[in-house]
């Protein structure tokens, strides 16, 4: 898939429900952050992507986007980033697991530029992510 990036961020709080799924919430992306691309995402940046592909947008594991392993009940921006609440299904175990124990602790987006600008800081260039496409949050 070309033009498709990766970031990551960690996820905040997570708990069991009565069916055994795991309810985890978290960031998908944080604004005004120089991240290792040197890209900057800026507030607004998800609104089209949010309002078009409401429903659309995958929860996987490792960015393995045919084999879904959650359902994002709630995704918005707020004045910090892109923040989400995921029920994972019961049926991963092994995943759920690793969650609690603290192996796994981050949320990563899976997105494409759609929009961007260049703008030198201390001397670097940085792109600043005016619109991004989202296709998955793992």
Known sequence: MDNLRFKNFDITDHKQDEKGNLIISGYGAVFGNIDSYGDIIEKGAFVKTLSERMGRVAFCYQHDIWHPIGKIEEIAEDE???KLKVILSASEK???T????GILK???IGYRTMESKSEVRDGKEINLLTEIKLIEVS
């Open 80 to 82: 910090k980033g892109l």
């Open 94 to 96: 092994d995943i759920q």
């Open 98 to 101: 690793k969650i609690k124990e």
């Open 106 to 108: 981050e949320m990563s």
